[in-house]
T-cell receptor, first 115, second 118 residues
Framework: GENVEQHPSTLSVQEGDSAVIKCTYSDSASNYFPWYKQELGKGPQLIIDIRSNVGEKKDQRIAVTLNKTAKHFSLHITETQPEDSAVYFCAASPRGGGSNYKLTFGKGTLLTVNP | DGGITQSPKYLFRKEGQNVTLSCEQNLNHDAMYWYRQDPGQGLRLIYYSQIVNDFQKGDIAEGYSVSREKKESFPLTVTSAQKNPTAFYLC?????????????????FGEGSRLTVL
């Protein structure tokens, strides 16, 4: 099955700096890569996703890059703000072929943005 | 507002007792899921259901049971057979994947239920 490795497990940055979280996956059939943000005491929420037919996707201060050859993808947050502090999860999902899909999550990165 | 409601938020259980966690959604989603979250771990799938009256085991189904009698409800029972039940449990829903492309839709999560076994 799919294995998703996520690094680092914790990341501390100063407000205004950039933050980068990296994930690698093992199954070359994976073609969907979402990122979820989980604030303290809440459920995760999708913040951005990318499919294997594109290499980069941006949404305001957040961007995700994908390297299918190397089987890794990264989340980039620019101009970080204290409200970006949360746990971030990457995930990968293979093509389902008409049946249900299955997301494999990384173990998460606790991002702390210091004012 | 549309969303997913999990209850209770906190639950304490004595060893040997079964406990049922509630999950209700009003998003009209066909698919529902239960995940378990432990400190420093990712989200691990317990059970999922693509349609009413049907559900499938996930990666860690042992010691758990579910039912899907209504589209909007997907309760999870943590049985006494679950050896390490203390955890944070998350329910989610999504539109069902479309055929052929294996479309993967956004997961909408509830706020979770924290179960502690005393």
């Amino acid at each position: 099955g799919e294995n998703v490795e996520q690094h680092p497990s914790t990341l501390s940055v100063q407000e205004g700096d950039s933050a980068v979280i990296k994930c690698t996956y093992s199954d070359s059939a994976s073609n969907y890569f979402p990122w979820y943000k989980q604030e303290l005491g809440k459920g995760p929420q999708l913040i951005i996703d990318i499919r294997s037919n594109v290499g980069e996707k941006k949404d305001q201060r957040i961007a995700v890059t994908l390297n299918k050859t190397a089987k890794h993808f990264s989340l980039h947050i620019t101009e970080t703000q204290p409200e970006d502090s949360a746990v971030y999860f990457c995930a990968a999902s293979p093509r389902g072929g008409g049946s249900n899909y299955k997301l494999t999550f990384g173990k998460g990165t606790l991002l702390t943005v210091n004012p | 507002d549309g969303g997913i409601t999990q209850s209770p938020k906190y639950l304490f259980r004595k060893e040997g007792q079964n406990v049922t966690l509630s999950c209700e959604q009003n998003l009209n989603h066909d698919a529902m899921y239960w995940y378990r979250q432990d400190p420093g771990q990712g989200l691990r799938l317990i059970y999922y259901s693509q349609i009413v009256n049907d559900f499938q085991k996930g990666d860690i189904a042992e010691g758990y049971s579910v039912s899907r009698e209504k589209k909007e409800s997907f309760p999870l029972t943590v049985t006494s057979a679950q050896k390490n039940p203390t955890a944070f449990y998350l329910c989610a829903s999504s539109i069902a994947p479309s055929g052929g492309l294996g479309y993967t839709g956004e997961l909408f999560f509830g706020e979770g239920s924290r179960l502690t076994v005393l």
